[in-house]
């Protein structure tokens, strides 16, 4: 059940990310190469999506623990894009449509 979960998360999670890119969300950031830095970071949480996936997969008991701590993130980010898209900071909240799944 736990192992359903967190692959209905890492799947919402790589919707979010692909709106979050359709929507410019990395020209919020200054300097060189915003798009890169974006990117990067982005498919490191994803690779910490499937890691997270191949541990609960293989069972292992601290698995689950990090299981929280995703899902803990998820809803940090729903909170987080939910209240700025609200308050009308446009380019911060984007991505908030894929969000509410996502959390």
Known sequence: M???AALCVTF??????FEEIGMNAYAMHKGENPRGLYLR???LLILLSFVLLLLLYFKFDF???LA???VL???????AHSVLWFI???RLGLGFPS????G
């Open 88 to 90: 009308k900071k446009e």
């Open 41 to 43: 970071v982005s498919s």
């Open 68 to 70: 929280f701590y995703c």
């Open 99 to 102: 969000s509410i799944p996502l």
């Open 12 to 17: 919402f999670q790589v919707i979010h990310i």
């Open 2 to 4: 736990v192992f359903i």
């Open 73 to 79: 993130i998820s809803v940090g980010n729903t909170v």
């Open 63 to 65: 698995s689950y623990y």
